[in-house]
């Protein structure tokens, strides 16, 4: 809490808030949020993917699509396919 005088007779208390959950009552500021798929830095976005990628062909009730998952799935966890890539819209 800061306390700025406004005025010689006056004071202005501004009140810092912080995100917290709702919870456990904790913000997540020195803590951050836990990872659901833990993975070193230098496979922090391979390993979701080919996560995502085996979800998605398990689940998929397309055939011609589970197949083209399967293909990107194998590739993906051999690391032989190149990483999408995402660009912003402009």
Same mark, same amino acid.
Not at 16 to 23: D, G, K, L, Q, R
């Given at each position: 809490?800061?306390?700025? #005088?406004?005025?010689?007779? !006056? %004071?202005?208390t501004h009140?810092? *808030?912080? #995100?917290? $959950?709702? /919870? *456990?009552? /904790?913000?997540?500021?020195?803590? +951050? @949020?836990?990872?659901?798929?833990?993975? #070193?830095?230098? +496979?922090? !976005?391979?390993t979701p993917? @080919?996560? /995502?990628?085996? %979800?998605?062909? *398990?689940?998929? $009730?397309? #055939?011609? +699509?589970?197949?083209?998952? !399967?293909?990107?799935?194998?590739?993906?966890?051999?690391?032989?396919?190149?990483?999408? @890539?995402?660009?912003?819209?402009?």
């Amino acid at each position: 809490m800061a306390v700025r #005088p406004d005025t010689p007779t !006056q %004071t202005q208390t501004h009140h810092h *808030t912080y #995100p917290a $959950n709702p /919870i *456990t009552k /904790i913000n997540w500021e020195h803590d +951050g @949020v836990k990872p659901d798929i833990v993975a #070193p830095a230098v +496979g922090a !976005q391979q390993t979701p993917y @080919v996560a /995502i990628l085996r %979800t998605l062909s *398990t689940k998929s $009730n397309d #055939p011609d +699509g589970r197949e083209f998952l !399967q293909k990107a799935f194998s590739f993906a966890e051999k690391d032989e396919s190149e990483m999408p @890539v995402h660009k912003l819209r402009q």
